[in-house]
């Protein structure tokens, strides 16, 4: 069956520049989280959505970086006026139902975002 | 605060032999702990995880999880390693009663596995 598709891939950007960042969960799957994985290190959180609603956006580094999930399906991850520190690869993943707490998430392959 | 600790940047075992990637954590209340592993340019593949009950949990590929709960660990292990099982190998840790929604993972173990 298909898993969590992001894209692009690979994106490669000038500073200063907006970028947007798909990812496209498992169908019905409720949970959606992204995270940011620097080089060698592991994911960090950065925001949570239940269906629809952005439950925990904490993780955001600054008022840059946006995300959305209107339709409780498809997210985008919108970081605007980009800085070279943004760049790393952005990871999407989903899960059945967050409501208990302990279903595993559901990874993509990841956006990895070089900001030049 | 929720933390995850893994200790060793890299382990090394031949193939055949048996494999423990060492995994620490902190959090207050009861954790929910998982393993997951990353092939290169991939995203992370769920492995196990410990929710409650036998300590001793059994997940995919062979491997197996150990929770400690005196000594906070959740050590992954696998009697026989095989070359194939190379890659970054990541412990994280929830709970709910403090930290919201969020997973925390470690820095991640790179196993190698040497033929």
């Known amino acids: 069956g298909a898993g969590v598709s992001q894209s692009p891939r690979y994106k490669v950007a000038k500073r200063g520049q907006d970028v947007a960042l798909r990812c496209d969960p498992i169908s019905g799957h409720v949970s959606l989280f992204w995270y940011q994985q620097a080089l060698g290190q592991g994911p960090e959180f950065l925001t949570y959505f239940q269906n629809e609603a952005q439950l925990d956006k904490s993780g955001l580094p600054s008022d840059r970086f946006f995300a959305e999930r209107p339709e409780g399906s498809v997210s985008t991850l919108k970081i605007q006026r980009t800085q070279q520190e943004d760049s790393a690869v952005y990871l999407c993943a989903s899960s059945l139902s967050e409501a208990r707490g302990n279903q595993p998430q559901h990874f993509g392959d990841g956006t990895r975002l070089s900001i030049l | 605060a929720q933390s995850v600790a893994q200790p060793e940047d890299q382990v090394n075992v031949a193939e055949g032999n048996p494999l423990t990637v060492k995994c620490t954590y902190s959090?207050?209340?009861?954790?929910?702990l998982f393993w997951y592993v990353q092939y290169p340019n991939r995203g992370l593949q769920f492995l196990l995880k410990y929710i409650t009950g036998d300590n001793l949990v059994k997940g995919s590929y062979g491997f197996e999880a150990e929770f400690n709960k005196s000594q906070t660990s959740f050590h992954l292990k696998k009697p026989s390693a095989l070359v194939s099982d190379s890659a970054l190998y990541f412990c994280a840790v929830r709970s709910l009663n403090t930290g919201g929604f969020k997973t925390i993972f470690g820095a991640g173990t790179r196993l190698f596995v040497k033929a």
């Open positions: 959090v207050s209340g009861n954790p929910y």
